[in-house]
């Protein structure tokens, strides 16, 4: 089955500890992106591969890292979280060919206490 | 900056009703434009996908039309059932540009009442 795969799924964690949102494709998509969604103001991307080893800012990089060593996996990185980042995040990938649809991952609902 | 807007936030239908989601882009210039449905602890899914040269898109009783002249989609689905209930969004894509740089509205949420 064609998915993208993100753990865990929720996180309870505490200000300034790393963590690490892991996210997994099976469709040999070479685009990932990393969204977090907060009530009213919708989606918003934080950053985004078009391949392995190539990535770039969303509209909100601040506080996040990523890397792209794999082409299926692209986690997202927390180096010193707060409570800002408290938030609902979504893995998503496509394949770069014209027009192709976006496939999401169930969301990782993280807490920042 | 594109901004775009889906009113109202909220809707609810009786069930067997056709109904119609509204979307409206503030950048007549896009590439595409996508509905997705979200449903409560999942992820979206694409549901349509209408090219800036098309009209209109159709799965099942989903129909997608696209205005690029004055900025508006509408999301049209016939018969409504249950099911259906869940929060839509659209987002839209520069041009030159695919899913790298959408910029999605906020959703509006759908309830159906059987």
């Known amino acids: 089955e064609a998915q993208v795969t993100q753990n865990p799924r929720y996180l309870i964690t505490v200000t300034g500890k790393k963590l690490t949102v892991t996210c997994s494709q099976n469709?040999?998509?070479?685009?990932m992106s990393w969204y977090r969604q907060d009530p009213g103001l919708g989606l918003r991307q934080i950053y985004y591969?078009?391949?392995?080893?190539?990535?770039d800012k969303g509209d909100v990089p601040e506080g996040y890292k990523v890397s792209r060593k794999e082409k299926r996996n692209f986690p997202l990185i927390l180096e010193s979280p707060s409570p800002n980042q408290t938030s609902l995040y979504f893995c998503?990938?496509?394949?770069?060919?014209?027009?192709?649809?976006?496939?999401f991952g169930s969301g990782t609902q993280l807490s920042v206490l | 900056k594109q901004e775009v807007t889906q009113i109202p936030a909220a809707l609810s239908v009786p069930e067997g009703e056709n109904l119609v989601l509204n979307c409206s882009f503030t950048?007549?210039?896009?590439?595409?434009l996508q509905w997705f449905r979200q449903d409560p602890g999942k992820g979206l899914t694409s549901l349509l996908l209408?090219?800036?040269?098309?009209r209109e898109q159709t799965s099942g009783r989903l129909n997608a039309s696209l205005d690029k002249s004055s900025g508006r989609s509408t999301l049209y689905i016939a018969a409504s059932q249950p099911g259906d209930s869940a929060t839509y969004l659209c987002?839209?894509?520069?041009?030159?540009?695919?899913?790298?740089?959408?910029?999605f509205g906020t959703g509006t949420r759908l309830t159906i009442i059987p």
């Open positions: 998503a990938s496509s394949s770069l060919a014209t027009n192709e649809k976006l496939f």
């Open positions: 209408i090219q800036s040269s098309q």
């Open positions: 987002a839209v894509s520069p041009p030159n540009f695919g899913n790298e740089k959408l910029t």
């Open positions: 591969s078009m391949n392995v080893e190539v990535t």
């Open positions: 950048d007549s210039a896009i590439y595409n």
């Open positions: 469709m040999n998509h070479e685009y």
